[in-house]
């Protein structure tokens, strides 16, 4: 079983920077597990903002992030971060860590085993 929890939340104002990460907890790490960063905001699906694939060969971005949010992991450290930058109000969900047993990653939510509690980031005008 693999524990995930979300960290570096919190309320900022456009244009700033915010660093996400996922700390994996227990006996088993996700060295070799896909991981994905997904948000939800009030009314909208869970959609996936960023993947990688265990070995950081293969990366995903959703066109709104592109170019402003950057995915990578420590697999030795078992965490995995999503440092965004240039935020807008737009932005605004609860971020979710999630990994997937594969080593390739999936955009889609249902094919994630693993999941964390999420982290709530806000961003004002």
């Known amino acids: 079983q693999v524990e995930l929890a979300e960290s570096g939340g919190g309320l900022v104002q456009a244009g700033d920077s915010l660093r996400l990460s996922c700390a994996a907890t227990?006996?088993?790490?996700?060295?070799?597990?896909?991981m994905g960063w997904f948000r939800q905001s009030p009314g909208k699906e869970r959609e996936c903002v960023a993947a990688m694939t265990w070995t950081g060969q293969t990366t995903y971005y959703a066109d709104a992030v592109k170019g402003r949010f950057t995915v990578y992991r420590n697999n030795a450290e078992n965490s995995f971060h999503l440092q965004m930058n240039d935020l807008r109000p737009a932005d605004t969900a609860v971020y979710f860590c999630?990994?997937?047993?594969?080593?390739?990653?999936?955009?889609?939510?249902?094919?994630?085993?693993?999941w964390g509690q999420g982290a709530q980031v806000t961003v004002s005008s």
């Open positions: 999630a990994a997937d047993r594969s080593p390739f990653f999936s955009t889609a939510a249902s094919e994630y085993d693993y």
């Open positions: 227990g006996r088993r790490h996700f060295g070799s597990y896909a």
